[in-house]
């Protein structure tokens, strides 16, 4: 049994949630990761500052972005199942542009935007969102270091995106 609750420090909402998110999220989750009985995970949408770094990041053209994305997600350790969920949202969404910047968002950075308060805390917790925009020309850009993680005891993850 684990709650979850996610605050705005630079002022934010959630604006859409699975299973509803109310005051936070109180839930029973197999060792498997099934949630309630019901979810493959907590899907929260929200409305923020864009106060996110756009120093490192990719180029990508848009017919590379699934590849990309995968192979990308797969380095840092995510789950088949993860990343098939990923593309499965996202590459609907990107497609109308040439090429999309990505700027990939880490922990210390979604920290500063979006907390997460457990109620009993994962021994890893790994946070990674892709901010991704469209332009027509190929631009150069610095790449990030790649961070991943390791899956060992109770580990939580959190994945996403946002249009910039």
Known sequence: ?????????????????????????????Q?????D???????YESAQP????????YCIQRRQLTQFLKNDMQ??????TEINDFLDYWIPILNTHNYYLIYPQTKQIIDKVIKVTFNQNPMVFYRLFYGF???NQPAN????????FEREGFV???WGGYIL
Do not use: M
């Open 1 to 29: 049994n684990i709650c979850v609750e996610l605050s705005f420090p630079k002022g934010g909402k959630i604006v859409n949630s699975e299973p509803l998110y109310n005051n936070g999220w109180c839930v029973n989750v």
């Open 31 to 35: 060792p498997n990761g099934i949630i």
């Open 37 to 43: 009985n019901n979810y493959n995970y907590l899907f």
């Open 50 to 57: 864009n106060i996110w770094q756009k120093n490192t990041g």
């Open 75 to 80: 380095k840092r350790h995510f789950t088949d």
């Open 133 to 135: 925009k469209g332009v």
């Open 141 to 148: 850009i610095n790449p990030p270091v790649i961070e991943s």
């Open 156 to 158: 939580a993850v959190e």
